[in-house]
């Protein structure tokens, strides 16, 4: 696990279609229209958010806790515009393990934009912060958010059973995906192998 490459300066990652970078006040509005929406949080333990103030302080949050070095929090920009936001949290040393999640404003929902932030963020933690495990957890009715982490290469490792209490939900099921360094690896050169054939 290589915390240079995570903390050292926020990692800008980019590709064709999107880039995933550090969020700024000047993405407020877009930030509040996210958490503001009830139905982009339907399957997460947050809260929806009606005061745009309290969503200014928690863009001066992100900042704090990259500081600290607890989260990593990149807003998905399509053509400099802010559609969502992607996240690396509860790092552990001890077994190079890190957690993932995402959401997306309502409008840029189906149309890639997480598969493709997802496979950014993946590469970055596997290649270049050298963890060997990266996981999300899914609640069992996201069928959009399990589609995301199959499309990457993550594999179904089972159902924690009432495990978990997230904000809002009460005590919920939580499937866990998760995917290692070494099928990163087979899975990188199965797609690159798909792209050239």
């Given at each position: 696990?290589?915390?240079?490459?995570?903390?050292?300066?926020?990692?800008?990652?980019?590709?064709?279609?999107?880039?995933?970078?550090?969020?700024?006040?000047?993405d407020l509005d877009e930030v509040f229209a996210i958490y503001s929406n009830e139905r982009v949080f339907t399957h997460c333990g947050i809260l929806?958010?009606?005061?745009?103030?309290?969503?200014?302080?928690?863009?001066?949050?992100?900042?704090?806790?990259?500081?600290?070095?607890?989260?990593?929090?990149?807003?998905?920009y399509v053509e400099g515009r802010l559609t969502g936001i992607i996240e690396a949290f509860d790092f552990s040393k001890k077994v190079e393990m890190?957690?993932?999640?995402?959401?997306?404003?309502?409008?840029?929902?189906?149309?890639?934009?997480?598969?493709?932030?997802?496979?950014?963020?993946?590469?970055?933690?596997?290649?270049?912060?050298?963890?060997?495990?990266?996981?999300?957890?899914?609640?069992?009715?996201?069928?959009?958010?399990?589609?995301?982490?199959?499309?990457?290469?993550?594999?179904?490792?089972?159902?924690?059973?009432?495990?978990?209490?997230?904000?809002?939900?009460?005590?919920?099921?939580?499937?866990?995906?998760?995917?290692?360094?070494?099928?990163?690896?087979?899975?990188?050169?199965?797609?690159?192998?798909?792209?050239?054939?």
């Open positions: 696990m290589n915390l240079i490459a995570l903390f050292s300066k926020f990692p800008l990652l980019r590709s064709d279609m999107l880039e995933l970078k550090n969020i700024t006040v000047d929806p958010k009606t005061n745009k103030a309290t969503v200014q302080n928690m863009i001066g949050h992100f900042d704090r806790d990259f500081h600290k070095q607890t989260r990593l929090k990149w807003g998905i890190v957690t993932i999640g995402y959401f997306l404003a309502e409008h840029h929902w189906g149309k890639g934009i997480a598969t493709e932030a997802v496979r950014l963020v993946t590469e970055f933690l596997f290649e270049q912060a050298e963890f060997n495990r990266i996981q999300a957890e899914v609640m069992p009715e996201n069928e959009a958010s399990k589609q995301i982490l199959l499309k990457n290469g993550f594999m179904l490792e089972g159902t924690l059973r009432q495990a978990t209490l997230w904000v809002g939900k009460g005590i919920v099921d939580l499937e866990i995906y998760s995917m290692l360094r070494s099928e990163y690896a087979i899975f990188k050169n199965k797609r690159l192998d798909e792209v050239s054939a």
